[in-house]
């Protein structure tokens, strides 16, 4: 079956790094993507990891390891701003992205 | 770029009526709009997703004839309730993808939210 595993919940301080982790089982895999979802409106998209290795963008990198099944979200310079849920999507063969409950991300001042 | 609009945000119906949500790509042509229901503090779940000039596929568990889609150009998907109940209230959110070779991104409309009395 397919399957995302993503911690339910995680706390951080603001200016602080945080790093979401991510497990996923697919039927195929043809990479996979990052969102953020504020309570009450839609995913934004922040990231897609295709490759090994990590992707940096601004603020928000995002890394992938095909062979672990495994990615992670890595936040820095944490901003109030960021109180949100964190999705991890991975598309499997058909195209189709595959959704977990994502991570609520928790910013304390 | 890639802006995806949803009409109306909020609607509010009587049990037994029928709603209409519009879902439009606005900078992009979509060849592919998915359309999924979010309940509180839940992943999402993918309903249903539509083709252009083509009938949608629906996944399984979700009726066809109470959730009627139109796909009919590339830039606007429908989403159509019919007979509404209480238990179809909800977060209704379509996403649309260009189409165009190796870009798979999803862009993602801003939901609307559905209340069945």
């Known amino acids: 079956g397919q399957n995302i595993d993503q911690p339910t919940e995680m706390t951080a301080t603001e200016g602080a790094i945080v790093q979401i982790n991510c497990t996923y089982q697919?039927?195929?895999?043809?990479?996979l993507f990052w969102y953020q979802q504020h309570a009450g409106e839609a995913p934004t998209f922040l990231s897609y990891n295709v490759l090994d290795g990590l992707e940096e963008k601004g603020r928000f990198s995002s890394f992938l390891s095909r062979s672990k099944g495994y990615s992670y979200l890595l936040l820095k310079e944490l901003q109030m701003k960021d109180s949100a849920s964190y999705l991890c999507?991975?598309?499997?063969?058909?195209?189709?992205?595959?959704w977990g409950a994502g991570t609520k991300l928790i910013i304390k001042p | 770029g890639a802006v995806v609009s949803q009409h109306p945000s909020w609607v509010i119906c009587k049990s037994g009526t029928s709603v209409k949500i519009e879902c439009r790509s606005l900078?992009?042509?979509?060849?592919?709009m998915f359309w999924y229901r979010q309940f509180p503090k839940q992943s999402l779940m993918l309903m249903a997703t539509s083709n252009e000039g083509s009938k949608a596929t629906y996944e399984q568990g979700v009726e066809k004839d109470k959730f009627l889609i139109n796909h009919a150009s590339l830039t606007l998907s429908t989403l159509t309730v019919t007979s509404a109940h209480p238990e179809d209230s909800s977060f209704y959110i379509c996403?649309?993808?260009?189409?165009?070779?190796?870009?798979?991104?999803?862009?993602f409309g801003p939901g609307t939210r559905l209340t069945v009395t």
């Open positions: 996403s649309a993808r260009a189409g165009r070779v190796g870009i798979h991104e999803q862009y």
């Open positions: 900078d992009f042509q979509a060849t592919t």
């Open positions: 697919t039927s195929g895999f043809n990479g």
């Open positions: 999507a991975p598309m499997d063969s058909n195209y189709q992205l595959i």
